[in-house]
T-cell receptor, first 111, second 115 residues
């Protein structure tokens, strides 16, 4: 079972910041928070990951609470192409560790 | 210069047939995976190979047999296809080790329909 819970769906206006929350209250000390997204009918795409510090890359920012029990993915300026299902995943930092996908958040960007 | 490719993209077949899906990655990765996404859109890992050795084998019927002829390829053979096998199958690859993002790169998927 997935170790994360996310809202089923969200929407955001184009050009605004999209903030996607994720709860992972049972996260272990050696587990990272990863975010992937799946645009309709395509394979999932890596977005960002972090352990305990906030992270930023060219796609998004990841804010992890100090107790690491929740996190927020921020898309700073959402576009229509950001419409997708966003998956929050916790996993150990090893290629042998499985990615267990939950049901994710379906993000709709409105013009 | 596709990173992870799968063939075929669509596969329609009759119950009871045997079929194969091929996956190739040109990223130089040493680990490859197969995932199944059913009609309810849940993505579940099926198998993982590292350097041609099976390292993850979820509870999957033994009608499904992965084969890795080399590090760049992981094929999925399915015997005696059943209606419930209808799904989208995704191949993925990653590089093991403690450096880098350890992300998985996914292929475009193969939509299998069993009639």
């Amino acid at each position: 079972d997935a170790k994360t819970t996310q809202p089923t769906s969200m929407d955001c206006a184009e050009g605004r910041a999209a903030n996607l929350p994720c709860n992972h209250s049972t996260i272990s000390g050696n587990e990272y928070v990863y975010w992937y997204r799946q645009i309709h009918s395509q394979g999932p795409q890596y977005i960002i990951h972090g352990l305990k510090n906030n992270e930023t890359n060219e796609m998004a920012s990841l804010i992890i609470t100090e107790d690491r029990k929740s996190s927020t993915l921020i898309l700073p300026h959402a576009t229509l192409r950001d419409t997708a299902v966003y998956y929050c995943i916790v996993r150990a930092y090893s290629s042998a560790s499985k990615i267990i996908f939950g049901s994710g958040t379906r993000l709709s960007i409105r013009p | 210069d596709t990173a992870v490719s799968q063939t075929p993209k669509y596969l329609v077949t009759q119950m009871g047939n045997d079929k194969s899906i091929k996956c190739e990655q040109n990223l130089g990765h040493d680990t490859m995976y197969w995932y199944k996404q059913d009609s309810k859109k849940f993505l579940k890992i099926m198998f993982s190979y590292n350097n041609k050795e099976l390292i993850i084998n979820e509870t999957v019927p033994n009608r499904f047999s992965p084969k890795s002829p080399d590090k760049a390829h992981l094929n999925l053979h399915i015997n005696s296809l059943e209606l419930g096998d209808s799904a989208v199958y995704f191949c993925a690859s990653s590089q093991s080790g403690t450096s880098g993002r350890n992300e998985q790169f996914f292929g475009p998927g193969t939509r299998l329909t069993v009639l």
